[in-house]
């Protein structure tokens, strides 16, 4: 079996960090007492997603295609909630956690779309 070759230590801290986010972004959603199952339920999608980073962070190269599904995520977010967060009656809190789902989001593509193809290693 083929292993995949490596990138920076400094991607893999990246995507370690993106799981975190996730983690206690999606916890929140579905611990918060005042939650409703809408919420729920996003924060279990959330969480879910999360996982996915973990494993992108363990083996960056094998699991780098998982991430589009993270850039659609994370990108169709801020579009949808985006303009009413920033409007009169968002929340700081909300605009925060926007800013990071772009940011990671764009960092997403970043590392998808300047990634060298490596070569298996035997």
Do not use: H
């Not at 909630?81 to 809190?93: H, M, S, T």
């Amino acid at each position: 079996m083929a292993t995949f070759g490596t990138v920076s230590r400094g991607w893999k801290i990246f995507f370690w960090l993106a799981a975190i986010f996730n983690f206690l972004i999606g916890s929140a959603g579905m611990f918060v007492p005042e939650a409703t199952i809408d919420a729920r339920i996003v924060g279990l999608l959330v969480f879910g997603m999360g996982i996915v980073y973990m494993q992108v962070a363990r083996d960056p190269l094998r699991f780098a295609p998982t991430l589009w599904a993270g850039v659609v995520g994370k990108l169709g977010v801020v579009a949808l909630l985006g303009p009413q967060a920033i409007g009169p009656e968002g929340e700081a809190l909300i605009v925060g956690i926007l800013a990071c789902d772009a940011l990671f989001a764009i960092a997403f593509l970043a590392f998808l779309l300047t990634k060298a193809e490596a070569a298996p290693v035997k």
